[in-house]
């Protein structure tokens, strides 16, 4: 059976409660093969007292101050040493004690970046089988259930620090772009999402869309205005039916009055 090393890596600042559920859910995987690196921020929240209790759980703990996430998160990925990285940052937790067990072991488990799915407090998000340049730029995979081999960093290196919330989306379309990584869907809820991560705190929407415009025109470069283009024909496209639709349905029930 083929077991990959797995580092599943934590980035932490000042989230004592989420960060004790993230240590206590990967503590429970049945997966045997695995490492776990935590990385904080000098959080002065009581974090210390829960990663100094969970020492043993952790083979590789650095604590020191940080420019950000994604410079957190390139600390992590300089210091793992697995065949695939994983992370799963303080608040998110896996959706099963052998959920990362049977996510390796699926049939679809190969390739360089693989994507499962993810369940959030009320619902969750199912990845689609087939990416292209259009589904990122309407949307990324989830980094808390994505195992993304080693040697992607190696050729494209880590994550853009420029970026403060959409680093790992630009590092996603980045790697899909280069056309030298094998994508693939585990169809798997790999991990349970923390909803309340910066990306989704409403004073930071407007930030998150200057970094996609900046993203998408720096990878995209002379395509950029054609793939705006495209998406306001779509958008019109689909108000136009949204209104044949409409439409239809008035005659419809007006038919209906009529008879009944």
Known sequence: MNRPKISIITINYNNVSGLEETILSVKNQTYPNMEYVVVDGMSDDGSDVILDHEAESINVL?????????NAMN??????????????????????????????????????????????????????????????MRSSLPHQSTLIHNRVFKIIGGYDESYKIVGDREHFFKAFLSNKFLFNHV??????????????????????????????????????????????????????????????????????????
Do not use: C, W
Request: proline share 4%; charged share 30%.
């Open 62 to 70: 650095i604590r020191e101050t940080d420019t950000g996430i994604f």
């Open 75 to 136: 600390k992590g990925i300089a210091n793992a040493t697995g065949d695939y990285l994983l992370f799963l940052n303080s608040g998110d937790v896996f959706t099963s004690k052998t959920v990362l067990n049977d996510f390796i072991n699926h049939p679809n488990f190969e390739g360089d970046i693989i994507y499962g799915d993810y369940k959030f407090s009320e619902g969750g998000k199912v990845y689609p089988d087939i990416l292209t340049p259009e589904y990122f």
């Open 187 to 260: 169809p798997i809820p790999l991990s349970l999402y923390d909803l309340s991560g910066i990306s989704n705190v409403p004073e930071f929407k407007q930030l998150k869309a200057k970094e996609d415009n900046r993203m998408f025109q720096q990878h995209l470069g002379l395509f950029y205005e054609d793939y705006l283009d495209f998406f306001r024909l779509k958008k019109e496209l689909n108000i136009v039916k949204g209104k044949t639709i409409k439409g239809i349905f008035r005659r419809i029930i007006k038919k209906l009055k009529k008879l009944f």
